[in-house]
C-alpha cells in the first residue's frame, strides 16, 4: 500500500526495468503480459523515460496484451493497439515482431481458433514472466467478467453491463461500447510466473476488499488470485480503504 499512485507507479516500473535488465544479462527474452486502461498508464510513461533517460532497453522484450474489443479496428481511437502505441510502443525500441495484441479484427467464425493460436504463441514464447493487471468494477480481471472460471482460457466473452458503462466516456455513450472482446482466460493469467495488479483509488476500495478477503468464486474471477503463488498487489491509500 502506497501513499499515492504515482509513488506506486515509479516503483513498480523500476521492478519491472531491473527485470527486464536482468533477463538482457542472460541473453533471454522477458516475457511481459500487458494490461490497458487508467491504472497502469503511469507505469509506462516510466518505462518510456527509463528507455530515454538511462537506456533501457526493450530489445529483448516480448509482450502479450491481455484483451481487445471485438470487433476492433487497429487504428480507432479506443482499440488497444492504439493505446498501447501512444503510450508505450512508439515510444521504445520494442521489435514489433515482439508485440502481441488480440486481433479484435478476426472474422467472428474464426475467432475460437485465433484465440487457440493465441495461447500457442504465448507457449512458444516459454510463458509470461510478468503479468501486469488492473481490476474492473465487476471484479474482471483482463476482461474475464463475473462467471468466468478458473480455468478458462483466451476467448470470445460479452463484456458486463458496468463494464460497458464505465468505459462509456471513452467511446462517447454507452451504446457504442462493444458488447464483446476477446480476452486471455483466468487460467492463462494464473500461468503466469508473477503477476502484479494495481488499483488506484476510491471507486476501486469496494472490489479490492473481495477480492484480498472473499472466498474464491466465479462471482469476483479476481478472487482466483489467491490461489496464485507470487501475487503483489500494489494498492494507493483509497482503494486500500476497505481492507480490515
Ligand atoms: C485492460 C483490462 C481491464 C482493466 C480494468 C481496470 O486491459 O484488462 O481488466 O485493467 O478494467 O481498468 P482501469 O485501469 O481503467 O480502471
Known amino acids: 500500500i502506497f501513499a499515492d499512485s504515482e509513488t506506486a507507479s515509479i516503483a513498480i516500473a523500476q521492478e519491472l526495468a531491473e527485470f527486464i535488465r536482468l533477463r538482457t544479462r542472460e541473453g533471454r527474452p522477458a516475457v511481459l503480459g500487458l494490461a490497458t486502461g487508467s491504472s497502469p498508464t503511469r507505469v509506462y510513461e516510466e518505462l518510456v ?20 474489443y471485438f470487433p476492433m479496428a487497429p487504428d480507432s481511437l479506443q482499440s488497444y493497439v492504439r493505446f498501447m502505441r501512444e503510450y508505450l510502443f512508439d515510444h521504445i525500441d520494442i521489435r514489433p515482431e515482439n508485440v502481441h495484441i488480440p486481433d479484435g479484427t478476426a472474422p467472428a467464425d474464426q475467432v475460437a481458433d485465433y484465440c487457440r493460436r493465441y495461447e500457442e504463441q504465448i507457449r512458444d514464447a516459454g510463458g509470461i514472466d510478468w503479468q501486469l493487471l488492473g481490476i474492473g468494477r465487476t471484479g474482471h480481471i483482463g476482461f474475464n467478467e463475473p462467471g468466468s472460471g478458473a480455468a478458462s482460457r483466451t476467448r470470445l466473452i460479452t463484456l458486463d453491463h458496468i463494464t460497458r458503462t464505465d468505459a462509456a466516456s471513452d467511446f462517447y455513450g454507452e451504446e457504442n ?68
Open 49 to 68: 523515460r527509463l528507455h530515454r533517460e538511462e537506456g533501457l532497453s526493450f530489445q529483448n522484450v516480448v509482450t502479450f496484451n491481455l484483451d481487445e
Open 177 to 244: 461500447v462493444p458488447r464483446r472482446a476477446i480476452t486471455m482466460g483466468v487460467g492463462t493469467i494464473l500461468e503466469a510466473r508473477h503477476i502484479v495488479l494495481l488499483a488506484w483509488g476510491e471507486g476501486k476500495a469496494a472490489v479490492v476488499k473481495r477480492m484480498v478477503e472473499g472466498e474464491p468464486t466465479d462471482t469476483v474471477p479476481a478472487t482466483y488470485l489467491q490461489h496464485h503463488p507470487a501475487v503483489q498487489v500494489v494498492l494507493d491509500e483509497a482503494a486500500a480503504a476497505e481492507l480490515s
